[in-house]
């Protein structure tokens, strides 16, 4: 009983191979990495299971993945020693994609080759990939620790079906044979599969083999190749910086982030001491499509003296911090750590603030070192960013450094300006920093609030963003200056007047009384108060919010939702 059958894939596997195969085509070699790059999972996958279950290794067998090709028969298969799969994983993780939103993303892309090509990449091609070249491909796998006769063989043209059978695989693993498509046909080539692991796969941990060359007769050809590992298979982060080259730290970016597009910048730490542990982190250059969705992936990759314990460990990081990739390999944790225990040990709350430093100083660098980077990161991040003040009280003011603002110095509602600059650019006698929030660039750029600053040549920062109001909240001070909502209150910004004008306005204030007194009455119960203002040069009046009372802003999220 080979228990064979037939099925669909998910609507969105279909529509995700339609769009990979046809706009992928400049860049196909990319198939190799990603299915390596689960070979590699896998064998991870089987070390950490096997601490617990040493029968999960069946007597032995180091991790290893080999990859043969057959030119004649225009084939190349990439095998595995790692966990495998059992049926039912087979069924889902070759025929759903799980994570959520995907359906939206998919409808988000255009048509147009080359920009969807990134988003793919933004969404980690995996699996899939082996489509792009190959126009069959088959499965063969067994879930370690499950007996010989319930291996399963998976098989698909891509085109909407895959068949899935129960078969004997005597050996533990995955094995995986791509039929390649004619015009592919150059990829079965050892020469060309080498350079490929090289290129991509160099920092895998795990040995990739090839057989190697024979030049003898053929007659004399051994039946079992001799196999020569091709990468230099140590784990990446293992090894000394300056040992590492900047094109192999991008690579294993790719690896640990699926995603194939740069990073913006790394930064990778032994720390030795009282906690020992290495750290890899990096900041990608693309948000990811889910960045705003709760479930979506975050979180580093856990690692205890090399061994592989779990993806998305999202302790190390505050949410705030969640676009950050890398890996954590710690020597003091146990073997046996679990979610539960990391959310208590104390020794991860000191590596979580550690981390936390290392990641600012990072941005901190970027931003001065390559600020047209930094403008990047910040459309890509900001948002983000804007969430730090509120959760991350005790970096406040590094956080603070590194948020970036629209102002009435700039005309385009660009978020350029730092806090750094606004106060480099104050004006003699001026001690406080000036924000205006409202719905619009357009709509607060035209405030009359703004009129008195636009006289005295000040500054005043625009914030447009959603969370603004909810971020001022908690911005309170920035380099002993203290923020100054521009519609709130009395404005003091006397210091900023010549004597001359003060005289004016007193004189102005003097023969206004009446006018005044009968405006308050008038509005009685509509306001709290009515004086005479100096902040306006061209409108007649202005409402303007008590020191206490709640933002414009805010208000409106407030009716929304009803309160
Ligand atoms: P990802 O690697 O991002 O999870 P993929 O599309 O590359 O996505 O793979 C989907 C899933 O298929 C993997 O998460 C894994 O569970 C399973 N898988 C793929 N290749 C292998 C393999 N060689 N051995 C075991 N499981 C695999
Ligand atoms: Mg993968």
């Known amino acids: 009983d080979t228990r064979k059958e037939t099925l669909g894939f998910q609507t969105e596997v279909k529509q995700l191979l339609h769009l990979m195969i046809h706009s992928l085509y400049s860049n196909r070699e990319i198939f190799l990495r990603e299915l390596v790059s689960n070979a ?48 039912d994983e087979v069924v889902s993780h070759l025929g759903t994609i799980a994570r959520s939103g995907t359906a939206d993303f998919l409808k988000n892309l255009s048509g147009d080759q080359k920009k969807d090509s990134q988003l793919i990449g933004q969404f980690g091609v995996g699996f899939y ?20 006769a319930e291996g399963v063989h998976w098989s698909s043209t891509g085109e909407g079906e895959f068949d899935i059978a129960t078969i004997d695989k005597p050996e533990r693993g995955t094995r995986i044979v ?10 079965a080539s050892g020469w060309r599969l080498r350079s490929i692991i090289k290129k991509y796969s160099d920092h895998i941990g795990v040995p990739i083999e090839l057989p190697e ?142 981390l936390t430093k290392r990641v600012l100083d990072m941005l901190d660098k970027l931003a001065s070192n390559e600020p047209e980077k930094y403008a990047e990161f910040w459309k890509q991040f900001g948002q983000v960013l804007k969430e730090g003040p509120a959760e991350d009280a005790g970096n406040r003011e590094k956080i603070a450094a590194l948020l970036r603002f629209a102002s009435t110095h700039g005309t385009d509602g660009e978020q350029t300006v730092s806090l750094a600059d606004y106060i480099g650019r104050m004006k003699d006698g001026q001690n406080k920093i000036y924000y205006l929030t409202g719905e619009s ?24 963003d959603r969370i603004d109001e909810w971020l001022m909240g908690y911005l309170t001070e920035f380099d002993g200056r203290s923020f100054v909502d521009v519609t709130r209150g009395d404005l003091d910004l006397g210091a900023l007047d010549s004597e001359d004008d003060k005289k004016a306005q007193e004189e102005v204030s003097k023969s206004r009384e009446g006018l005044v007194e009968r405006l308050a009455k008038a509005l009685d119960d509509q306001v709290a108060q009515v004086r005479v203002s100096h902040r306006l040069t061209e409108s007649p009046a202005v409402l303007a919010l008590g020191e206490q009372d709640i933002g414009l802003q805010m208000r409106q999220i407030l009716e929304a939702a009803g309160q």
Do not use: C
């Open 40 to 87: 590699s999972d896998a064998a991870d996958k089987l070390r950490f299971e096997a601490l617990a279950k040493p029968e999960l290794l069946e007597g032995g067998g180091d991790p290893r993945i080999r990859i043969s090709f057959d030119t004649d028969a225009r084939t190349i298969t990439i095998d595995d020693n790692g966990i495998g799969m059992s049926r």
């Open 129 to 148: 990939s082996a489509f792009i070249v190959a126009d069959r491909v088959e499965v063969f796998t067994r879930r370690a620790g499950l007996p010989a």
């Open 178 to 187: 791509l039929h390649l498509k004619e015009d592919a046909s150059e990829f």
């Open 213 to 354: 060359e024979f030049h003898g007769e053929e007659k004399d050809r051994p039946a079992e190749p001799e196999w020569e590992t091709v990468n230099r298979a140590s784990a990446l982060w293992t090894r000394p910086r300056s040992e590492v080259t900047d094109e192999e730290y991008r690579s294993f970016y790719q690896h640990v982030a699926h995603d194939f597009s740069d990073p913006a910048a790394w930064s990778h730490n032994k720390v030795e001491g009282k906690l020992e542990y290495t750290s890899l982190l990096y900041v990608p250059s693309r948000a990811s499509f889910d960045l705003y969705q709760r479930e979506s992936p975050r979180g580093l990759k856990l690692y205890v003296q090399r061994v592989f314990i779990m993806d998305q460990a999202e302790e190390f990081l505050p949410l705030y911090l969640r676009f950050i990739r890398g890996v954590v390999d710690s020597s003091d944790l146990s073997l046996n750590v679990s979610r539960e225990i990391l959310q208590k040990d104390p020794v991860i709350g000191s590596m979580k603030t550690a």
């Open 441 to 464: 660039h357009a709509q607060v750029r035209n405030s009359p609030h703004l009129e008195v600053f636009r006289k005295k040549g000040v500054e005043v920062l625009l914030l447009t």
